[in-house]
């Protein structure tokens, strides 16, 4: 186990002796009366309001309104700065990797993808910025004016990364913000906090004091007081709208605080009557049960035309019921254990809530198997009033909806109060063209006979209503997280 004792603020790690949380895996293993028992992982810092203020004060005395070293820096100094920080961060790939199998439960195929993407993503963020409007020459904007248009830093940065990416999405958001001059606290997720801790120390020493500082602790203990000070420019979590609305309003001045968050999601794919079954079956699998459905961009319930329902179902089920179920680490497993505690019972309770109104679990197997394995139970017909209709269920449980019009699939997407992906399934173009303005203008990104997902990272990465504010992207988050600001000189 890994016991961390020290965090990072104002340049230095500095040592814990309070309160701790341990941290227990999701995988579980026999103990001596051969039950199942979760796996101790380590132990994390439970730091306080003050602590939590500490690094509040040192974040924004780096930026310094806008005087400190940082947000002065020469824009190619900044870049070398993060690539000290890249190389340094790969020293420490094993072990990271390692964490978030051992932490969340993602299978080892997928956490060294979720490394190896963050790593991508940095140096793909590096080169945009290389060669993205930055300060531009002196130019005359009309008789008698000179002008120049900068980009610049907005300030003090907070923020927070879900579970699910606990490495990747929280440095989608730290690393443009850095990057343009910002200053940052950084909050880790509660599933998902250990992982971050070798990085600490690449973060101290790639990056002049205070740029970056780490917080831990309960998010109700800390957030709070950092949100009420007021110093807090930009927030940014990855993370459920619930908390975005509580964090949100507890800036006293809430209009002067932009918010750069993705949150929750009800994804939709729909199948037309003429879809080609093959290729949505082989997407809908990947796109509802990649790491467990536990993904903002999962599809998190299909709609499928009434005349091919059972068709679809027919070669679905099957594929659903293969999918490996085991521990993260072994070759081939595709279904591991859920992080969050009371999911499975969650999830148990959805598929028990749309039983009483007559659906069914279709496939062989599904549902909870030990207090965190959860096989993936596809429930059908789901019908309005089912909690499955509407919630998050964010697990292998997948709604199936027959329909007879498309229309009743526009209206689900305009009664929803999500707005992030959906995906369309057929082979008649004119129909697919004729779904793809109404839902283009009802989520923000549309995939034609291909599963919803984030990437590629260049890609606009946002939603509509209450699945997203602000937009990332590799040069949207650098556009996000800066200004553009202007120097007028009158030519005398
Ligand atoms: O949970 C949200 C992630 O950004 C999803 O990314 O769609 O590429 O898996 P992905």
Redesign the pocket.
């Known amino acids: 186990p890994i016991h961390q004792r020290a965090y990072l603020l104002n340049g230095e790690m500095k040592q814990w002796d309070g309160p701790v949380s341990e941290v227990y895996s999701p995988v579980c293993v026999p103990d001596e009366q051969g039950e199942l028992q979760r796996q101790l992982v380590g132990s994390y810092p439970v730091t306080g309001p003050q602590q939590a203020l500490e690094a509040l004060d040192a974040a924004y005395a780096a930026y310094n309104n806008g005087r400190g070293e940082w947000p002065q820096m020469a824009v190619a100094d900044r870049i070398a700065c993060m690539e000290t920080f890249v190389g340094k961060m790969l020293e420490q790939k094993k072990l990271v990797v390692n964490l978030i199998m051992w932490e969340i439960g993602k299978n080892l195929a997928d956490a060294t993808k979720e490394f190896d993407r963050t790593v991508t993503y940095i140096y793909d963020t590096i080169d945009t910025l290389k060669t993205m409007d930055r300060n531009s020459s002196r130019f005359r904007i009309e008789e008698g004016i000179i002008g120049q248009i900068r980009r610049s830093p907005l300030g003090v940065v907070l923020a927070m990364g ?1 579970f ?2 606990p490495l990747n ?1 929280t440095y989608t958001t730290l690393i443009p913000a850095i990057l343009m001059g910002n200053t940052i606290l950084f909050k880790t997720p509660k599933h998902g906090s250990l992982l971050h801790y070798p990085l600490l120390e690449a973060f101290r020493t790639s990056f002049p004091k205070g740029v970056v500082n780490s917080l831990y602790g309960r998010g109700a203990d800390v957030i709070p007081p950092v949100m009420q000070s007021g110093k807090v420019n930009v927030l940014t979590l990855i993370g459920s709208s619930r908390v975005a609305d509580q964090l949100q309003r507890q800036h006293p001045k809430l209009n002067r605080l932009r918010s750069i968050m993705s949150l929750d999601a009800k994804n939709a794919a729909i199948i037309l009557p003429d879809a080609d079954l093959d290729v949505a079956v082989k997407e809908c699998l990947l796109g509802t049960l ?1 790491f467990n459905g536990q ?3 999962a599809i998190k319930i299909i709609w499928v035309h009434r005349s091919v329902a059972d068709q679809f179902l027919s070669k679905f089920n099957p594929e659903v019921s293969k999918l490996k179920p085991g521990m993260p680490w072994d070759a081939g497993v595709q279904i591991t254990p859920l992080p969050e505690p009371g999911k499975p019972d969650y999830l148990t309770e959805c598929i028990r809530d749309a039983e009483a109104s007559g659906a069914t679990v279709v496939n062989e197997g599904g549902g909870q198997v030990s207090a965190s394995l959860f096989k993936p139970a596809v429930v059908y017909p789901v019908q309005e009033g089912m909690k499955l209709y509407r919630e998050e269920q964010f697990g292998p449980v997948i709604p199936i909806v027959p329909f007879d019009d498309v229309e009743e699939f526009i209206d689900y997407l305009i009664t929803d109060d999500h707005g992030m992906q959906a995906s369309i399934f057929g082979t008649d173009s004119n129909a697919i063209a004729q779904l793809i303005d109404p839902l283009v203008n009802l989520v923000s990104r549309v995939n034609i006979n291909a599963q919803c ?3 590629p990272d260049t890609f606009p990465f946002t939603g509509r209503k209450d699945s997203a504010e602000g937009t990332l992207s590799v040069e949207d988050a650098l556009r996000s997280f800066s200004i553009r600001s202007a120097v007028a000189t009158k030519d005398t």
């Open positions: 879900p699910n990416y999405e990649s993904r903002c961009t997902q984030r990437g």
